[in-house]
Antibody, heavy 122, light 111 residues
Framework: EVQLVQSGAEVKEPGESLKISCKDSGYSFTTSWIGWVRQMPGKGLELIGI????????RYSPSFQGQVTISADKSISTAYLQWSSLKASDTAMYYC???????????????WGQGTLVTVSS | QSALTQPPSASGSPGQSVTISCTGTSSDVGGYNLVSWYQQHPGKAPKLIIY???NRPSGVPDRFSGSKSGNTASLTVSGLQAEDEADYYC???????????FGGGTKLTVL
């Protein structure tokens, strides 16, 4: 069974750093893409970026370029989403997901993690 | 990249059909047959229910169907059931320089 398991909820103060994780199981981790999706409270879905686990090729949506860092460690089948200095506006649910790409285009997102709630508040 | 436009809400009685629209441009919805739909129940992760405009993943009931005309895609839920009450999001490919775009979501209420 394909499963993406995310790290637990986080409560942080503005200015702190954070790295959340997404572990893949039951799949060929090194030949797949993993993406991160933000959902702010009461709002819709926004794709942050994707990473190819075989060679760490990473692509970001323009709105998130420079705001976060996506990385991966294929030895432990885990992808990461990282902030160096959190803001209150980063408060959201973050989902990892498995996009399917054909010809470089995302054609669908097949699987989703359970979500990691990040709360940034002083 | 602008979000795709969906109505904020839709509703129907059990057994009825309801259609949710998703309007984009010729650069996304109209340019590719790569529209997906996701269902999200409260407190849960989204779930893929339609891909490539009108294909259903294994396990998704055939009450869910998709279509597209020009720059507008549609999701139709036939024979509404209580468990269909959820938020629905469309998504489309938007070219090689984009990761794609989501709609703002539609809250479907089963009356």
């Amino acid at each position: 069974e394909v499963q993406l398991v995310q790290s637990g909820a986080e409560v942080k103060e503005p200015g702190e750093s954070l790295k959340i994780s997404c572990k893949d199981s039951g799949y060929s981790f090194t030949t797949s893409w993993i993406g991160w999706v933000r959902q702010m409270p009461g709002k819709g879905l926004e794709l942050i970026g994707i990473i190819y686990l075989g060679d760490s090729d990473t692509r970001y949506s323009p709105s998130f370029q420079g705001q976060v860092t996506i990385s991966a460690d294929k030895s432990i089948s885990t992808a990461y989403l990282q902030w160096s200095s959190l803001k209150a506006s980063d408060t959201a649910m973050y989902y990892c997901a498995r996009p399917i790409l054909v010809g470089g285009l995302i054609i669908r997102i097949d699987d989703w993690g359970q979500g990691t709630l990040v709360t940034v508040s002083s | 990249q602008s979000a795709l436009t969906q109505p904020p809400s839709a509703s129907g009685s059990p057994g009825q059909s309801v259609t949710i629209s998703c309007t984009g441009t010729s650069s996304d919805v109209g340019g590719y047959n790569l529209v997906s739909w996701y269902q999200q129940h409260p407190g849960k992760a989204p779930k893929l229910i339609i891909y490539e405009v009108n294909n259903r993943p294994s396990g998704v009931p055939d009450r869910f169907s998709g279509s597209k005309s020009g720059n507008t895609a549609s999701l139709t839920v036939s024979g509404l059931q209580a468990e269909d009450e959820a938020d629905y999001y469309c998504s489309s490919c938007a070219g090689s320089n984009s990761l794609g775009v989501f709609g703002g979501g539609t809250k479907l209420t089963v009356l």
